[in-house]
């Protein structure tokens, strides 16, 4: 069975990038499809200043439906199939981060500081340098305070700060989702068998799918964060939010059967 993804030489695509707390935040970025969605992240990182342990990223075509979540660190970027024009939506999970409580575009948050007329005039060279040096030296102090203010804010109420997600999250997709049924994942068409359907507190609030894949295509034997959830060889197993599959007639492919003709 020939591969369903196709990643030649240095291939790369142009998507505009969004940020979940900075809404004036939009740019055109050039992504090689050999990044893995770890390096993505860093990238992104170094350009709105999200961590990359606090980053979530969503793919959106060109009329705005969602195409999938860059959920799997490990996978290359030309896993998930983006197109030149598609959005790629970086979302910051961390309550604390400088990018919230628009602190970065809303500049009437930030004190400003200030000097009258006739002192300025009083100033000499050597002094105007010391005040430049004072402001840079105020605004690196100002952002570990920030940091340290957010973080306690958030502690004491975080759910003023944080989009809380309910317990019984994409609960009634799992209507129809039972263990034993054959299924098919996406993004990438990966067939196997449901072998979890319940919550699962170690990967997040919501209902969760355990798949083994029918192929060596998943992260684990069915463990998870030192929780077994299910059993299946090594690299068949994964934990998957039930919009990501579906259930029906999906037979196991035949390894030998040819693509084309």
Not at 96 to 108: H, K, P, Q, R
Not at 240 to 249: A, E, I, L
Request: a negative charge.
């Amino acid at each position: 069975m020939g591969s369903r993804l196709q990643i030649q030489g240095d291939e790369s695509v142009l998507l505009r990038v969004t940020h979940s707390n900075l809404k004036s935040f939009s740019t055109d970025v050039r992504f090689s499809l050999q990044l893995t969605v770890e390096a993505v992240k860093e990238k992104m990182w170094k350009k709105c200043g999200t961590s990359v342990n606090s980053m979530g990223l969503e793919l959106y075509d060109e009329m705005g439906a969602k195409v999938s979540e860059l959920s799997d660190n490990s996978k290359p970027l030309g896993f998930y199939s983006p197109q030149d024009g598609y959005r790629l939506h970086v979302i910051d999970f961390d309550p604390s981060s400088v990018t919230s409580g628009g602190w970065l575009e809303d500049t009437s948050l930030v004190e400003k500081y200030k000097i009258s007329e006739e002192a300025y005039d009083k100033l000499d060279g050597n002094s105007v340098e010391i005040i430049s040096s004072c402001k840079i030296e105020q605004m690196a102090t100002f952002v570990g305070t920030f940091r340290r203010f957010k973080g306690k804010l958030a502690h004491q109420n975080p759910s003023a700060h944080e989009t809380k997600i309910p317990d019984n999250y994409v609960e009634e997709l799992c209507a129809k989702i039972k263990v034993g049924d054959r299924c098919q994942v996406e993004p990438g068409e990966k067939r196997g068998v449901v072998k979890f359907v319940g919550q699962a507190e170690t990967l997040g609030p919501g209902f969760w799918i355990g798949v083994q894949y029918d192929e060596p295509l998943g992260k684990h034997d069915g463990m998870v964060k030192g929780k077994r959830f299910f059993d299946c060889p090594p690299l068949h197993g994964a934990m998957v939010r039930p919009d990501k599959v579906q259930v029906g007639d999906y037979p196991e492919r035949d390894p030998f059967e040819e693509e084309e003709i």
